[in-house]
């Protein structure tokens, strides 16, 4: 394992960051409309019927979660893995490299920092709050998963 120079490298910004996790939201919110359009069309239809009834939505939502899970990290885990840059990493000119050596994530890190992403997306973002306080701008899943986010 060899030392990372990290001098060589310009740390992204949390804006950057940040604009593309936007970006690459919309991108799998887009896949889930597409994969449960029908069934949001009767959601939407039944709630037109009886505005008052969030049963279908809540049901919706209790069946599907563990698939907008999934989806979730096979899009951030193939993309880290293939590029070390997601579809609004690439727009941004930003890209993840493991803090060791340097290069695109393997498939096990970026498995390991998709899976741990969803850690900090799902206890109120906390996860982003590290990026803050560290001098590599590196969120809960970059530190755990020894990644870092830089210009590309």
Do not use: C
């Not at 936007?22 to 009886?50: E, G, K, R, T």
């Amino acid at each position: 394992m060899e030392n990372l120079d990290i001098d060589k490298y310009k740390i992204s910004s949390i804006g950057k960051r940040a604009s593309a996790y936007f970006i690459d939201d919309i991108i799998v919110s887009l896949f889930l409309f597409i994969i449960f359009y029908d069934q949001l069309l009767n959601i939407y239809i039944s709630l037109q019927q009886n505005s008052m009834d969030f049963t279908p939505m809540a049901t919706f939502l209790e069946q599907n979660t563990v698939v907008f899970l999934l989806l979730r990290v096979i899009y951030q885990t193939f993309f880290v893995w293939q590029s070390g840059m997601t579809p609004g990493k690439r727009l941004l000119k930003i890209k993840i490299i493991e803090l060791d050596s340097g290069n695109i994530p393997s498939f096990r890190v970026a498995f390991l920092r998709a899976t741990l992403r969803i850690i900090s997306d799902s206890i109120f973002y906390l996860g982003y709050i590290f990026a803050y306080f560290n001098p590599l701008v590196q969120t809960l899943h970059d530190k755990l998963a020894k990644t870092i986010v830089v210009d590309v």
